[in-house]
């Protein structure tokens, strides 16, 4: 069965500055997909990113990115410019590319504080 | 075109009644998933409907709960004689074909079991 670690419960950054959130997983399939998801105060899953394992290319949307490293089963996200509105918790999720890719395996969470 | 609309945002029971969580998908969208966010986690799959049919239900406890996607109105995530456990945030996401790629999440239900 697939596994996703986030191993920062907790996380701040000042306003304008850049942070990154760290995820690991664990499967043994070749094809899947990532993503990360952001959850505000008001509980709804944003998709923030998402990245094809097949892909070598990083996936970038505006201010994040992602540094998905395949060999070492790292997928970590980027917030450049860290706004107010980036304060949430955010997890790291991972899809089957096979039969069972209806379901995501979520990690915990880290949950972002973003300082004035 | 409405998001995944979930009601209630809230809903309190007391121990042993039923739980009814409702959700519409979006506009043309014939794939509906259930997810409980219990507190301090990350969201699990619960279940799997299209319409009128459930694909997958690997994920639901095997007693009191329950889900349904008819032919007409929304799908349904009912659990009957709640405990004190089932205190969790439900969310449903619906795709226009399967697979969670172009999924849409609701704001979810906070049920808390009194």
């Known amino acids: 069965a697939q596994t996703v670690t986030q191993s920062q419960p907790e996380m701040s950054v000042q306003e304008a500055e850049t942070v990154t959130l760290s995820c690991t997983y664990d499967?043994?399939?070749?094809?899947?997909?990532l993503f990360w998801y952001k959850q505000p105060p008001s509980r709804q899953m944003i998709l923030v990113i998402r990245?094809?394992?097949?892909?070598?290319q990083n996936a970038t949307e505006n201010r994040f990115s992602v540094n998905f490293q395949k060999a070492a089963k790292s997928f970590s996200l980027k917030i450049s410019d860290s706004q107010l509105g980036d304060a949430a918790m955010y997890f790291c999720?991972?899809?089957?590319?096979?039969?069972?890719?209806?379901?995501?395996?979520f990690g915990k969470g880290t949950l972002l504080t973003v300082n004035p | 075109n409405a998001g995944v609309m979930q009601n209630p945002r809230h809903l309190v029971r007391r121990r042993g009644q039923e739980a009814r969580l409702r959700c519409s998908p979006m506009k043309g969208h014939s794939h509906v998933y259930w997810y409980r966010q219990l507190p301090e986690e990350g969201l699990k799959f619960m279940v799997y409907l299209q319409k009128e049919n459930i694909i997958d239900e690997s994920g639901m406890p095997k007693e009191r709960f329950s889900a349904e996607f008819p032919k007409e109105g929304p799908s349904i995530l009912r659990i009957q004689q709640v405990v004190r456990g089932d205190s969790a945030a439900y969310f449903c996401?619906?795709?226009?074909?399967?697979?969670?790629?172009?999924?849409?999440f609701g704001q979810g239900t906070r049920l808390t079991v009194v």
């Open positions: 999720a991972y899809r089957s590319g096979g039969g069972s890719n209806y379901k995501l395996t």
């Open positions: 990245q094809e394992a097949y892909k070598q």
């Open positions: 996401a619906s795709s226009p074909y399967s697979g969670m790629a172009e999924a849409f």
């Open positions: 499967t043994s399939e070749s094809d899947y997909y």
